[in-house]
Every structure is written in structure tokens, then in C-alpha cells.
T-cell receptor, first 115, second 114 residues
Framework: AQKITQTQPGMFVQEKEAVTLDCTYD???????LFWYKQPSSGEMIFLIY??????QNATEGRYSLNFQKARKSANLVISASQLGDSAMYFC????????????FGQGTRLTINP | DVKVTQSSRYLVKRTGEKVFLECVQD?????MFWYRQDPGLGLRLIYF???????EKGDIPEGYSVSREKKERFSLILESASTNQTSMYLC?????????????FGAGSRLTVL
């Protein structure tokens, strides 16, 4: 069964620093997709970035990049030049392509950016 | 602006009551999902649906049922609410097919069962 693990319940970072949020996954499906979502205090879930298991390049979206290490089964989110507005919960998620279309989420990491 | 709309943002119910959580999407998405979110546990899938009148159990379906009579609407039903169902409930939808299809979420419904 697919599983996502986020081992950092909380992180504190100074504004303008880069931050890496860890995510490891487990699956027996060779074809899968990895997602990161942001949830600010307002509660909405905001899609940030996607990485396919067969993508050759690491995904990037503005200040967000996904450090995809397939052999280690890790998909860490890197936020460059952090801003106060980056303070939020961050969730890593995975979808296996072969099976159901469901998305399985990790436990989340609460990121706090200090001024 | 395309949306997933959850009918109630906050609900307070009593143990044993029947509870309906409604979700409507205007994106013509085939897939719809209900998750519950609890601190330290992340989001856990309750039920999902690929099509009208179709449903699949997720990881924690016990104590819940769902209804999808129309493509745009997916309802979560708590037949007899219990205090351990106090939680944030999130509805989401997506297109069917590609693994890259992004889930679009509603704003959430925070349910308190007394």
C-alpha cells in the first residue's frame, strides 16, 4: 500500500532563508505522481508543485522546487528566499497511476517564518 | 472562478444526530473525494467517487456513507454522529485519467460533535 511520511512536525526559519521540507514515500507501483500542497491558517488547500515518477528533471514552480530522489524514495520541497506569507502547513501527497485515482497525504509540516 | 463549494463552514451537532455535509463543484470533474483532517494525522480519505452513483471506500469509511446523485454534487453522511467524528472535513474534485490531475479543494467544514 502506498504511504507518505513527513518527519518534521514543525519548522522555524528566518525570513529570506531557504527551507527544505522532507517527504519520503513508499509504493510498489513504478508509475506515480507526487504533489505538494500548502494550507494557510485560512484552511484552504493550495496546490504548489507536481512531479511524475518518470520525469527526468526536478519540478520547479517559481520559488518552489521539488528535490526528487527516486532511488531514495524522497520528494523534498525546497522553498527559496522564504517570505512571511510562506508560514503555513505543508502536505506531501502521492497518487499511484495504476490503481485508484486517490491521493494519499502525509502528516504535514507546520512551517513558521520568523521576521 | 472555478470552485469546490462546501455548504457549511462550521457545524455543531449532538451525539446520535444524522449529519449531512454537502459539496458542489462547477468544473465538470469526474472524481470527487471526502477527506478528514486531524492534527498529526494529515488528511485521510473517507470515500471517493469516479462517476455518478458510484462510490469507493477510502482508508477510514467506518461510520460514514456518501451519495452522488449528480456529477457536480457529492454528499458525506454521518448516520449517527459520535464525538470521535469531530474533525475538519475537506471535499475535493479532479479530472479522471492522468495521474498528474490536481485535486481542487473546498474551504472545509469544521464539525464539532457534542
Amino acid at each position: 500500500a502506498q504511504k507518505i511520511t513527513q518527519t518534521q512536525p514543525g519548522m522555524f526559519v528566518q525570513e529570506k532563508e531557504a527551507v527544505t521540507l522532507d517527504c519520503t514515500y513508499d509504493t510498489s507501483d513504478p508509475s506515480y505522481g507526487l504533489f505538494w500542497y500548502k494550507q494557510p491558517s485560512s484552511g484552504e488547500m493550495i496546490f504548489l508543485i507536481y512531479q511524475g515518477s518518470y520525469d527526468q528533471q526536478n519540478a520547479t514552480e517559481g520559488r518552489y522546487s521539488l528535490n526528487f530522489q527516486k532511488a531514495r524514495k524522497s520528494a523534498n520541497l525546497v522553498i527559496s528566499a522564504s517570505q512571511l506569507g510562506d508560514s503555513a502547513m505543508y502536505f506531501c501527497a502521492m497518487r499511484e497511476i495504476q490503481g485508484a485515482q486517490k491521493l494519499v497525504f502525509g502528516q504535514g509540516t507546520r512551517l513558521t517564518i520568523n521576521p | 472562478d472555478v470552485k469546490v463549494t462546501q455548504s457549511s463552514r462550521y457545524l455543531v451537532k449532538r451525539t446520535g444526530e444524522k449529519v449531512f455535509l454537502e459539496c458542489v463543484q462547477d468544473m465538470d470533474h469526474e472524481n470527487m473525494f471526502w477527506y478528514r483532517q486531524d492534527p498529526g494525522l494529515g488528511l485521510r480519505l473517507i470515500y471517493f467517487s469516479y462517476d455518478v452513483k458510484m462510490k469507493e471506500k477510502g482508508d477510514i469509511p467506518e461510520g460514514y456513507s456518501v451519495s452522488r446523485e449528480k456529477k457536480e454534487r457529492f454528499s458525506l453522511i454521518l448516520e449517527s454522529a459520535s464525538t470521535n467524528q469531530t474533525s475538519m472535513y475537506l471535499c475535493a474534485s479532479s479530472l479522471h485519467g492522468s495521474g498528474a490531475n490536481v485535486l481542487t479543494f473546498g474551504a472545509g467544514s469544521r464539525l464539532t460533535v457534542l
